[in-house]
């Protein structure tokens, strides 16, 4: 299981740089099937950096528990994987949604 999950986290790693260089945003679910009058509105670059961090940090969660697996039989490691996990997947949603102007070219305070 730990190989399979290194062997996952390599396409994550390869397209958390490409979208951390602000490039891809093709990739990104729901962009592309937007107008492009609502596509202006967003910065894109943003958005592209800000998904790039979402995919280093799966990649480092799947690393986590894939040493704590294959080198470490730990299942301490394997918990600290899984947990970090669980909290981005609840952090995410709540940060991106907290401020919906967040990726916006022109942020409305009124």
Same mark, same amino acid.
């Given at each position: 299981?730990?190989?399979?999950?290194? =062997?996952?986290?390599?396409?994550?790693?390869?397209? &958390?740089? =490409?979208?951390?260089?602000?490039? $891809?945003?093709?990739?990104?679910?729901? !962009? @592309?099937?937007?107008?492009?009058?609502?596509?202006?509105? !967003?910065?894109?670059? &943003?958005?592209?950096?800000?998904?790039?961090?979402?995919?280093? $940090? &799966? #990649?480092? #969660?799947?690393?986590?528990? &894939?040493? $704590?697996?294959?080198?470490?039989?730990?299942?301490?490691?394997? $918990?600290?994987?899984?947990?970090?996990?669980?909290?981005?997947?609840?952090?995410?949603?709540? !940060?991106?949604?907290? @401020?919906?102007?967040?990726?916006?070219?022109?942020? @409305?305070?009124?």
């Amino acid at each position: 299981m730990g190989i399979a999950m290194i =062997v996952t986290s390599i396409p994550l790693l390869i397209f &958390a740089i =490409v979208f951390s260089k602000g490039k $891809g945003i093709g990739m990104i679910a729901g !962009y @592309n099937t937007m107008s492009n009058e609502k596509r202006a509105q !967003y910065d894109e670059v &943003a958005v592209c950096k800000f998904t790039g961090k979402i995919m280093y $940090g &799966a #990649c480092i #969660c799947l690393w986590i528990i &894939a040493l $704590g697996e294959l080198l470490f039989e730990s299942r301490f490691a394997i $918990g600290i994987g899984i947990t970090l996990t669980l909290l981005m997947t609840i952090f995410i949603p709540i !940060y991106t949604n907290k @401020n919906r102007d967040r990726f916006k070219k022109t942020k @409305n305070n009124g």
